[in-house]
């Protein structure tokens, strides 16, 4: 026997194998049970993903415009002069409920579970089961009751709640700042009659990737970009609810960081400066044309400062300005190409100031202690060897302190007070340095005359060439001379030779006297006395070279002397005046 086991035919096959059923009717059935399984498979997907989003708290806690947690819708209305659209009926699938079943919990949690409970039919009413595009905007409710050359778009109210600086980059210049970005607009799509839904005045939606057109966001929302980005909104601000109430308003309010790119100004007052940098908001892709932006906030002023315990900064570099940290304006652009009408953008512009005390503590201050210490190099004696090493020393003070401070500073051509000052207790303390070196010279000194060796050897090469060519010219006025005395020997010898042959005794006299004088030994002492009186005039000389030496030795340290005199007066007070007047440009 065969015990191989058999596998169980399927129902539908069973159904299939009877003649009754031709082939195309098997195919036609088939066909139609795939179809509703898959459309099951759709459905089951569909109530899994609102039950979700349903499900998804809201991200931050934000806070809104009122103490009560609630927008003042009215106000947005009256100030951009629109009428709040009409509330649009809807077959919404609640079902009759009596004052006794509205008040039973067990009904209320049953309706929760089953999703039929208001807040969650309001949100299935009002984006799942119309037609509603996250992605577009009913442009035509804005230019309602506007001529064709004056149509704006639909009003975008801007608030921003400054919460705290948290950091400045003036070398790559970034300013970051923690923020509560709030938008206000309206959409006449999400309106409702709050007595069909229990009441529920407001409700809301998640917008995902900072934009309604996120993979998870619900509603439209406007595209407010900063547009000197240096990080993106969509990044920087955190995702989060908008509060949508039954009039078609629409409040979204996200925590983050704005992050722009700035122009700073006043950097040239650094380290007792105060930054200016401007923030510019606008639609990036929408015109004048489809989304207007506005001032918002409770006095329309754009912005707003605290509101929280944990706003402000301590124990920090900087913070907001005193006084005006924050202004803001609306600056419409003209049209750009490919558009007609202009851009309009909110233009903020944050002050923040810096903490001056720990630079005037760290580097100021011992900048100038460090010039002091150059100055009392004057009190030192030339012959003290240290003097030297503590002007050198007060010298590289000065440049590394300068070389610690460049670092908080940008490299640009422009000059800021702390180079400023930086410069001038250098060149003090260069001053110092040159001063002893100088002092150094001068008393050690023994030439007698401030020219350089090397000038005075120039000197001397020229003189020597002017003696050589002097003694050219004797020396052509000697030959001449040579030549005519010869000339003339020539003449009285051959004359006296004709008269010896007359007389021949008087030769012989001649050199009797020559050799009866050489021969005497009384010369001879008169000889030896001749040759001590040399060697005590060269003694003479070497003793009067060196006391001349001495005197000018003592003539250049008198002038030293003189010098440290005044370095000790001019230096201290040129550099107290030239501090008085640097310090009074910072203040």
């Given at each position: 026997?065969?015990?191989?086991?058999?596998?169980?035919?399927?129902?539908?096959?069973?159904?299939?194998?009877?003649?009754?059923?031709?082939?195309?009717?098997?195919?036609?059935?088939?066909?139609?049970?795939?179809?509703?399984?898959?459309?099951?498979?759709?459905?089951?997907?569909?109530?899994?993903?609102?039950?979700?989003?349903?499900?998804r708290?809201?991200?931050?806690?934000?806070?809104?415009?009122?103490?009560?947690g609630?927008?003042?819708?009215?106000s947005?209305?009256e100030r951009?002069?629109m009428?709040?659209?009409?509330?649009?009926?809807?077959?919404?699938?609640?079902?009759?409920?009596?004052?006794?079943?509205?008040?039973?919990?067990?009904?209320?949690?049953?309706d929760?579970?089953?999703?039929?409970?208001?807040?969650?039919?309001?949100?299935h009413?009002?984006?799942?089961?119309?037609?509603?595009?996250?992605?577009?905007?009913p442009?035509?409710?804005?230019?309602?009751?506007?001529?064709?050359g004056?149509?704006?778009?639909?009003?975008?109210?801007?608030?921003?709640?400054?919460?705290?600086?948290?950091?400045?980059?003036t070398?790559?210049?970034?300013?970051?700042?923690?923020?509560?970005?709030?938008?206000?607009?309206?959409?006449?799509?999400?309106?409702?009659?709050?007595?069909?839904?229990?009441?529920?005045?407001?409700?809301?939606?998640?917008?995902?990737?900072?934009?309604?057109?996120?993979?998870m966001?619900?509603?439209?929302?406007?595209?407010?970009?900063?547009?000197?980005?240096?990080?993106?909104?969509?990044?920087?601000?955190?995702?989060?609810?908008?509060?949508?109430?039954?009039?078609?308003?629409?409040?979204w309010?996200?925590?983050?960081?704005?992050?722009p790119?700035?122009?700073?100004?006043?950097?040239?007052?650094?380290?007792?400066d105060?930054?200016?940098?401007?923030?510019?908001?606008?639609?990036?892709?929408?015109?004048?044309?489809?989304?207007?932006?506005?001032?918002?906030?409770?006095?329309?002023?754009?912005?707003?400062?605290?509101?929280?315990?944990t706003?402000?900064?301590?124990?920090?570099?900087?913070?907001?300005?005193?006084?005006a940290?924050?202004?803001?304006?609306?600056h419409?652009?003209?049209?750009?190409?490919?558009?007609?009408?202009?851009?309009?953008?909110?233009?903020?512009n944050?002050?923040?100031?810096?903490?001056?005390?720990?630079?005037?503590?760290?580097?100021i201050?011992?900048?100038?202690?460090?010039?002091?210490?150059?100055?009392?190099?004057?009190?030192?004696?030339?012959?003290?060897?240290?003097?030297?090493?503590?002007s050198?020393t007060?010298?590289?003070?000065?440049?590394?302190?300068?070389?610690?401070?460049?670092?908080?500073?940008?490299q640009?051509?422009?000059?800021?007070?702390?180079?400023?000052?930086?410069?001038?207790t250098?060149?003090?303390?260069?001053?110092?340095?040159?001063e002893?070196?100088?002092?150094?010279?001068?008393?050690?000194?023994?030439?007698?005359?401030?020219?350089?060796?090397?000038?005075?050897?120039?000197?001397?090469?020229?003189?020597?060439?002017?003696?050589?060519?002097?003694?050219?010219?004797?020396?052509?006025?000697?030959?001449?001379?040579?030549?005519?005395?010869?000339?003339?020997?020539?003449?009285?010898?051959?004359?006296?030779?004709?008269?010896?042959?007359?007389?021949?005794n008087?030769?012989?006299?001649?050199?009797?006297?020559?050799?009866?004088?050489?021969?005497?030994?009384?010369?001879?002492?008169?000889?030896?006395?001749?040759?001590?009186?040399?060697?005590?005039?060269?003694m003479?000389?070497?003793?009067?070279?060196?006391?001349?030496?001495?005197?000018?030795?003592?003539?250049?340290?008198?002038?030293?002397?003189?010098?440290?005199?005044?370095?000790?007066?001019?230096?201290?007070?040129?550099?107290?005046?030239?501090?008085?007047?640097?310090?009074?440009?910072?203040?």
């Amino acid at each position: 026997m065969n015990f191989a086991p058999t596998r169980k035919r399927p129902r539908t096959a069973s159904m299939f194998s009877g003649h009754h059923f031709t082939t195309p009717w098997k195919i036609a059935l088939l066909l139609s049970c795939c179809a509703k399984n898959a459309t099951n498979h759709v459905i089951q997907g569909a109530r899994a993903a609102e039950h979700r989003w349903a499900r998804r708290p809201p991200f931050p806690a934000y806070r809104m415009h009122g103490v009560d947690g609630t927008v003042n819708t009215n106000s947005y209305f009256e100030r951009n002069g629109m009428k709040p659209p009409p509330p649009i009926p809807r077959s919404s699938r609640r079902r009759a409920q009596t004052s006794n079943e509205t008040n039973d919990l067990d009904s209320i949690i049953a309706d929760a579970k089953n999703g039929d409970d208001p807040n969650t039919r309001l949100r299935h009413d009002l984006v799942w089961n119309t037609p509603y595009d996250r992605n577009s905007y009913p442009w035509e409710y804005a230019w309602h009751g506007k001529s064709e050359g004056n149509l704006t778009g639909v009003p975008v109210q801007v608030d921003v709640n400054f919460h705290r600086v948290y950091s400045v980059n003036t070398i790559n210049p970034v300013l970051d700042v923690i923020v509560w970005f709030r938008l206000t607009w309206v959409d006449p799509r999400l309106t409702w009659n709050p007595q069909d839904y229990g009441n529920h005045t407001k409700t809301w939606f998640w917008i995902d990737g900072g934009n309604g057109a996120g993979e998870m966001s619900e509603i439209w929302t406007p595209d407010i970009e900063l547009w000197n980005l240096e990080e993106g909104l969509s990044s920087s601000l955190e995702d989060a609810n908008a509060v949508v109430k039954h009039d078609g308003t629409v409040y979204w309010n996200r925590p983050g960081h704005l992050r722009p790119a700035c122009k700073f100004t006043g950097l040239e007052k650094f380290p007792f400066d105060h930054l200016s940098c401007t923030l510019e908001l606008g639609s990036w892709s929408y015109s004048g044309k489809y989304v207007s932006l506005v001032k918002g906030g409770e006095d329309q002023s754009g912005f707003s400062t605290g509101g929280s315990v944990t706003a402000g900064e301590s124990y920090h570099e900087f913070s907001f300005a005193e006084d005006a940290p924050i202004t803001c304006e609306v600056h419409t652009y003209p049209p750009f190409v490919g558009t007609d009408t202009g851009w309009p953008v909110i233009l903020y512009n944050v002050t923040v100031g810096r903490s001056w005390q720990p630079y005037a503590r760290g580097y100021i201050y011992k900048q100038v202690l460090i010039s002091i210490i150059g100055f009392s190099t004057f009190w030192l004696p030339p012959s003290c060897g240290e003097r030297m090493g503590l002007s050198i020393t007060a010298m590289l003070a000065s440049i590394a302190s300068d070389i610690v401070i460049s670092s908080n500073i940008p490299q640009a051509r422009e000059f800021t007070w702390f180079q400023k000052f930086s410069m001038m207790t250098s060149m003090f303390t260069f001053l110092a340095l040159i001063e002893s070196v100088v002092v150094l010279h001068f008393f050690y000194s023994e030439s007698n005359s401030m020219a350089p060796k090397w000038y005075i050897r120039l000197k001397e090469l020229r003189v020597i060439r002017h003696a050589q060519q002097r003694s050219s010219d004797i020396l052509s006025e000697v030959t001449d001379s040579v030549r005519r005395t010869t000339s003339n020997v020539r003449d009285t010898m051959l004359h006296s030779s004709s008269r010896n042959t007359e007389n021949p005794n008087d030769g012989l006299g001649c050199r009797a006297e020559f050799h009866t004088t050489t021969a005497n030994p009384s010369l001879q002492p008169r000889l030896r006395h001749q040759s001590f009186s040399n060697s005590s005039i060269l003694m003479d000389v070497d003793a009067i070279r060196n006391e001349d030496e001495v005197n000018n030795n003592r003539r250049w340290k008198e002038i030293a002397v003189r010098i440290d005199d005044m370095s000790r007066f001019w230096f201290p007070l040129s550099y107290s005046i030239v501090l008085a007047i640097i310090l009074s440009e910072a203040f």
